[in-house]
């Protein structure tokens, strides 16, 4: 219910946002890429939009879930011009997605809270906990890595 308010918040203080979607198994991939994309209402300069893809107890079907992800991807590049970043576990990427989301077509947001930096996966920002915590904020938040430099960021906006 905030979304729309802290994002407007976001903007007027010019820090870079983006969104993120997490992937329902029970609903056709188009559908749910249509609601994020009227619900997210990215611009040019928002990060490139997310898919969170986890296993979750109505991924009856791997295959389906591939298919309908596939579709969710395909939306959103017709909307904004470019893949989602996917964003998912190392195991998840390795077991469910790693043939049908290449890397070098899709860029990697790997979480893995192991420690150990999941290097061969070739990620692009790495979620290593969700357990942080920051000076004035109650409760733990995620704290991720990005694998460039500031200008590199840039790279993964929306023109």
Known sequence: PMYTVRAKELDRCGILRGAYHFFGHRTPGKEQAKVFIRTAGLRSGNLIPVLDIEKHRFMIDPQKMV??????????????????????????????????????????????????????????FWQHTERH????????????????TREDLQKYTLK
């Open 67 to 124: 298919t309908e992800a596939k579709a969710f991807c395909r939306e959103v590049k017709r909307e904004y011009g470019v893949n989602p970043i996917i964003y998912c576990s190392t195991h998840f990427y390795e077991k469910y997605l790693k043939r049908d989301f290449p890397h070098g077509e899709y860029t990697l947001w790997i979480a893995d809270y192991r420690g150990d930096n999941p290097q061969h996966l070739h990620w692009t």
């Open 133 to 148: 915590k920051i000076k004035g904020h109650h409760g733990h938040v995620d704290r991720n890595v990005f694998a460039g």
